[in-house]
Each structure stands twice: as structure tokens, then as C-alpha cells.
């Protein structure tokens, strides 16, 4: 039991405000226990008042604190109100070990006079005391910088039905409205009822309404939103619209990342639904980077998360069919791509990033290496900088030149990407070309997490500016490849030395395949299948975040 925090002062007038509110209550189930409450800025202390000094003594931290209604029961014999107060602490789980939030009601019930309106008055002036200190207690980080929503805060929640196992309504429902409800957020529930309904709503509607657009569902609905926003007319203003993550899919990749940046212990399911859920109604507010992706038809879109191409891309696209199971739709299928491995053959380049220092990014100082992670220590690449290979395929297109980046097109909306050639001409040629061409994956990541259970990028920030490239040279065995993705379920597959698997920081990059099939998913979605190019704005959206 924690008793960290002082006993009230018996000097202190009772219900009275001396350094922050003392109060002696009963419980709000049986009328014979009393409690004696205190709250300070940062803690909200009770203790039955029949106990011994120190004992029976309970001390909440207002950092776990959501909200504190104020309420008055229907029955008109009862004079008395109640207030209260829902926690969402950090304990130990029942079942398994380790620790995860968990919900913890605290409800009083005040009868100091007759009076109901008097009784009720009292509850409110608690309520709104807990609900303020508790504000000013928002868990933060100190190396990022945040903004909070306003309040009340007005939010648009998106849900897809169909997303994961087809139960995000009842997630909704179940899990997420009650917190919005504690934390007092008025909320609009938007039920998605085709592809693309999110992106078209948000491409149209008046963002003035909202404060902070909700998806709950997998991240292919986050990404309908983004690129809807994107190709608003005020698309620049529009695209730092707050966005807030719930999981309510398969993947749940921008989720798991989000609850990683907490710093907090790992979460899964209906527990990393409800860390998701408790950061939404705290309302801080964090940048996002996002990744503008070239097509080979000219098209441009925007991710948030992932590009990949080769072994993860069949996983993600063949794994749909399991959908109904959940998350272990991925362990299926890797199990069944791993029993016909393919090589995939194509041409790899891309800007290596700055040298990491603390004054250029936002990682952490422990950023896991693996083989090869350094682009300058890396003996398999060159620096090809006045190379011209010119064959008939488009792939001719990774060698280097000295030419400088094409400008875009006025009327394309969105942010310009000043690190790109047009996709019909060479690499710039201070890229690094990637000499080997025979490859089992290609993998992008922009955020830690590639699904709740693969940590993928363990260096990676939601804000950092960095892509986080890695692939796999063919010639692994398969026994290799598994091992590698079962250390990514704790991202150790950066430290074991896996000779085929290459890392690295990058600003932009271009892939282009030569093999005649294949897929290219970017945040899960299958795009065409072609040449493609990339390269992140660091920071240009807003996330709700921790």
C-alpha cells in the first residue's frame, strides 16, 4: 500500500479547502462506512475513517485519473449525491506476469445537510477539482514536445465495422464509449459503410466541428483519413487535425507504436485498446511524420506506417483470408509463405539519413544496431556519384546522375518532395545504390510497430524524420527467416547478426522491381505493382499521443 502521501491535517475545516480539498464521505454502498478524502495537485488520498493511522490508506495519482462526474440518484427519499472518480492505474495482471492499466472506480456519496441541491452542489465542486488537477497531472515525456486539445473537446469517431474479427462496434461500445463518457468527451460516432467513406467525409466535410478526428479500426482506415485530408484545398491546415488511433483491426501497427512511445510495459488486445483509450481522453497532442509514396502511374499517396515489398507484403495480402482469426492471421501466414520462399529480383536505392545525434533526431540515445546498420561502415553498398547504367527497362532509372530534382506540378496538393527525382530518371547521385539485386524482402518503416506483436523499427519516433529501411538479401534459409521474426516480436532481430538482414536510416528511397509478379503493400493496403519512391515529412500531422 502506498503512503507516500501525508494524512489530512485534523486541523483542516472539514469539507473546507485548505492546500486543496479534505472531506469525510460514506460509501456509496453502505451508509455505516466513512471515508476521510484529500486532495492535492497531484493525489487523491482516502482512508476509512474507523482504521488505525496509516492503515487501510489508499493514495490515486492523479496522472491515472480520466475523469469525475457528479450525479444525483433518481430516488427522491435519498437527499444525498455522489461523485466519481475512475482510475486507470497501472497493477499487476491476474493471469499472466507484468503490468497494465486497469480500471478502478472511487465513488462517495455526500450528505452533508438535507438539502439535496446543497448535497449535489458539494459533489460537483469535488468533481470538478479531481477532473482539473487531474489535467494538470498529464503523464509527459520530457524530450517531446506536446499541446493539449481544448475542453471539452468535440470528436468524430470513425469505426469500420468489418475491421478485424468484425467487433469494433462492440469494442466501441463496450471499451471505449464508457471512458469518453468518464472523461466527459462529447463524441459523433460515424459508422463507415463502404472503402473509401472515410477518406471521401473528411475530403468534404467542415473540419471546423471537430477538435480531433478517432478511428477505431486497423490502420487502413487511418490511411483513407490522411489522404483524405490531403487532398483537401487547405489541405495544409487540415492535415494537423488531430488524429487519435484506437484498435480495432488486425494489424493494429500505429496503435502498438503509440503505446510503445509511452515508454510504457507492453500491451495487447482489449489491453492496448484501453492504453489507446486512456491517451485519447488525456488529449495530448504530438507530431506525425508521413511519407509521401510515388507510383509508377504518376499517382502519389501518403502513409503513416509501412511500405513493404517481397516476403512481408504476400504475408500481409495472402493472410487476408484468416481474417476472422485475429491477429495470428500474420503467424499463418508467415508459417505458409516460409514453406514456399520466394526471391524476389529488383533494384534498391535510397538518401542515406544524417549521422544519428541527439541534436538531429529525436530517438533515443540507445538506438539498437544490427550488421550493417551504419551507411557509412556498410561494405555492400557504393556510392555511385557519376554512373550511368541505360538498359531498356525502367529499373536503368537507379543509377546516379548529377541532375537536380524536377519541380512539382502547381496545382498538386500536398507537400513538395524536394528529395526526388521524377521516377522515369536517375537517382540523384549522392543516393547509395544497393548492389545486390536478389532479394526476400524490402521493408519501410515509419513507426515502431508493423503489427502489435512485431516490433520492427525499435528506434523509430512517431516524429523522428526518419525512414527505417530494412531488407533481407536472398539466401537466408528459412529456418533463419523465422528466427528472425520471432526476435522481432521483442525487436532483438537488429541484434543477432543475421548476415542477410541490412538496416538503415534514410531520408527517401526508390524501389524497383524486376520481377514480373509480386506485390507492394503501403500501411497494409496493396497498391500497383511497379516502380516506387518514397520520402518522409517529418512532422506535418498531429497525433494523439502519450
Known sequence: MDNDIAEPDPSRQRNGVVE???????????????????????????????????????????????????????????????????????????????????????????????????????????????????????????????????????????????????????????????????ASVPYTLVITEHQNHARDLVRETDLSQWDALVILSGDGLLFEVLNGLLEREDWEEAIQTPLGILPGGSGNALAASVHHYTKSPPAWGKELLLSCGFLLCKGLVTRLDLVSVHLASSQRIFSFLSLAWGFVADVDIESEKYRLVGPMRFLVGTLMRLASLKVYQGRLAYLPAPPFTPQNSSLCSSLPCGPNSSPNQNSRHNHITNSNHNTAHNSSNIANTTMRTEPQPVNQKGPPDSLLADLEQPVPDHWTVVNEEDFVLVLAMFQSHLAEDLFAAPGAAADDGFI??????????????????????????????????????????????????????????????????????EGIARLISG
Open 20 to 182: 486543496g480539498l479534505y472531506g469525510e464521505f460514506t460509501d456509496s454502498l453502505n451508509a455505516k462506512v466513512r471515508y476521510s478524502v484529500s486532495l492535492t495537485e497531484s493525489a487523491l488520498t482516502i482512508q476509512k475513517i474507523s482504521s488505525s493511522p496509516g492503515q487501510d490508506e489508499v493514495v490515486f495519482h492523479l496522472a491515472d485519473c480520466l475523469g469525475c462526474l457528479a450525479y444525483k440518484v433518481e430516488d427522491e427519499a435519498d437527499v444525498g449525491a455522489f461523485f466519481t472518480a475512475y482510475f486507470y492505474p497501472f497493477k499487476r495482471r491476474w493471469i499472466s506476469t507484468g503490468m497494465a492499466r486497469q480500471k478502478v472506480e472511487q465513488c462517495f456519496r455526500v450528505a452533508m445537510v438535507q438539502d439535496p441541491l446543497t448535497n449535489l452542489q458539494e459533489a460537483e465542486r469535488w468533481a470538478r477539482a479531481i477532473r482539473e488537477a487531474s489535467i494538470r497531472q498529464i503523464p509527459r515525456r520530457h524530450d517531446v514536445k506536446y499541446y493539449e486539445l481544448r475542453r471539452p473537446c468535440r470528436v468524430m469517431v470513425l469505426v469500420n465495422p468489418q475491421s478485424g474479427r468484425g467487433q469494433a462496434l462492440q469494442l466501441f461500445s463496450g471499451q471505449i464509449e464508457p471512458m469518453l463518457t468518464e
Open 468 to 537: 527505417h529501411l530494412l531488407y533481407v538479401r536472398a539466401g537466408i534459409s528459412r529456418l533463419a527467416l523465422l528466427t528472425l521474426f520471432m526476435t522481432m516480436e521483442k525487436g532483438g532481430h537488429l541484434a543477432i547478426g543475421c548476415p542477410h538482414l541490412v538496416y538503415e536510416r534514410v531520408k527517401a528511397f526508390r524501389l524497383e522491381p524486376l520481377s514480373p509478379e509480386g506485390a507492394i503493400t503501403v500501411d497494409g493496403e496493396m497498391v500497383e505493382y511497379g516502380p516506387v519512391q518514397a520520402q518522409v515529412h
